[in-house]
């Protein structure tokens, strides 16, 4: 899914679950590794400051 625009609390979870291993996904828990809790922290302020994308995405679908 879209990083942008979503809530803080979310992007600081799903970060930390990447770096434990609770989620996964290859790209991200490489990524997620490497960062510090301030990082996540500072990233989870930018992204949620972000607009949505007005451009639709597979993910937006409601029957996906």
């Known amino acids: 899914p879209r990083i942008s625009a979503q809530p803080q609390a979310y992007f600081i979870k799903s ?3 990447y770096k434990a ?3 996964s996904s290859d790209n991200m828990q ?3 590794e ?3 809790d301030k990082d996540i ?6 992204y949620g400051s972000q607009k ?8 937006d679908d409601p029957r996906n």
Do not use: C, N
């Open 15 to 17: 970060m930390h679950d």
């Open 21 to 23: 291993g609770k989620r």
């Open 30 to 32: 490489v990524m997620a």
């Open 34 to 36: 490497q960062l510090s």
């Open 41 to 46: 922290r500072d990233l989870a302020a930018w």
């Open 52 to 59: 949505p994308s007005a451009v639709a995405t597979y993910y």
